[in-house]
């Protein structure tokens, strides 16, 4: 147990994401558990910067674990990006006495957390919080299982209109630059077609499986996308291309949007957090820094945060195939 960290700061950052609560909550009761303060700062970096600090205990965080959001709010912080924004936030942090960290975000907030170590040497540890599962170094992020059941959810609605009409839709899903809600989701609502930016496979080959779904009998389509996708257009152009091209085919378009990012967490990432959470207090007691919890294999990880802000979880080539082979 490292003798140094008596008093640990939690904050969330970057796009919320289900489970950022639960998340907290197990932090916040890992660290009454040690006998170790806690100290809430209210959205994340921008709040270090103006000291916007809450001590926590374990009844603090009673009722939360249900609660989709986060209590402690998020941002994104320019001033952060500044020595000048870092200088602030250290200088608060030691005011209050908070010896470490845990940030609860994505490759942005780790980024910060890992250049505010190098400069203060100050420790951190992160928990991949977001919904687009797009950090390396962990196979599931807290919130991707919540967002996926969620647009299925949506999806299977959507599909419900769409062969009333005997419609074709482009449901447009988040993800930023990855594809993994999209694929993800797309398997599990039975979707058509799934565009992904990890395989632009070309409006060509849209086209061709447009036609032969028509041709196999379906009187209705659904294709989702990721918004990254990189067909070089968007869901209302595709929309246009289609009806230009395949005329016998009525399209509608919904894009999700931020409801993806809302909603009570599934019992996975209720789980996940939970988990996570006493892993990354426990890190900071035995004296480590700059590392991301991850899952893989089902067994708890730590990853250096360089190596977490650098690479991208691959797409799963077998669920591509599987997604292929469905869309028969
Ligand atoms: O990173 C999570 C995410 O929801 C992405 O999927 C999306 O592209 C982005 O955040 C939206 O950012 P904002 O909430 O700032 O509009």
Do not use: W
Request: with cysteine.
């Amino acid at each position: 147990m490292s003798t140094e960290i008596k008093k640990i700061g939690v904050f969330t950052s970057g796009g919320d994401s289900p489970g950022m609560n639960a998340a907290i909550r197990s932090v916040v009761r890992t660290c009454a558990y040690m006998k170790i303060e806690c100290v809430g700062i209210y959205r994340g970096y921008e709040g270090m910067i103006e000291g916007d600090f809450k001590p926590m205990d374990a009844r603090s965080v009673n009722n939360i674990i249900n609660k989709g959001g986060t209590i402690l709010k998020s941002a994104r912080s320019l001033e952060f990006r500044t020595p000048e924004g870092r200088a602030k936030a250290y200088e608060n942090l030691k005011k209050e006495s908070i010896d470490a960290f845990v940030v609860i975000g994505g490759d942005g907030s780790f980024t910060g957390a890992m250049i505010f170590n190098q400069e203060y040497n100050f420790p951190v540890i992160g928990i991949p919080g977001t919904i687009d599962n797009d950090i390396y170094g962990t196979t599931y992020t807290v919130g991707f299982d919540t967002a996926l059941n969620t647009v299925v959810e949506v999806i299977d609605k959507i599909r419900d209109t769409a062969s009333s009409h005997n419609r074709l839709f482009f449901v447009e899903v988040m993800g930023r630059d990855v594809g993994h809600i999209a694929l993800n989701a797309g398997v599990g609502a039975g979707a058509e077609e799934i565009l992904i930016p990890e395989e632009n496979l070309g409006l060509d080959r849209l086209l061709e499986s447009l036609k032969r779904s028509k041709q196999s009998g379906k009187s209705s389509s659904i294709v989702v996308v990721a918004e990254g996708d990189k067909t070089g257009k968007n869901v209302f152009e595709l929309k246009e291309y289609v009806e230009e091209h395949i005329p016998i085919y009525d399209v509608r378009v919904s894009v999700l949007g931020h409801m993806q990012r809302g909603g009570s967490p599934s019992c996975f990432d209720r789980v996940l957090a939970s988990r996570m959470g006493v892993k990354a207090v426990e890190a900071l007691l035995e004296g480590k820094t700059s590392l991301m919890v991850g899952i893989q294999d089902n067994k708890l990880t730590l990853t250096p945060l360089i190596k977490a802000i650098k690479g991208h979880t691959k797409i799963d080539k077998e669920l591509i195939r599987v997604s292929d082979i469905m869309s028969t």
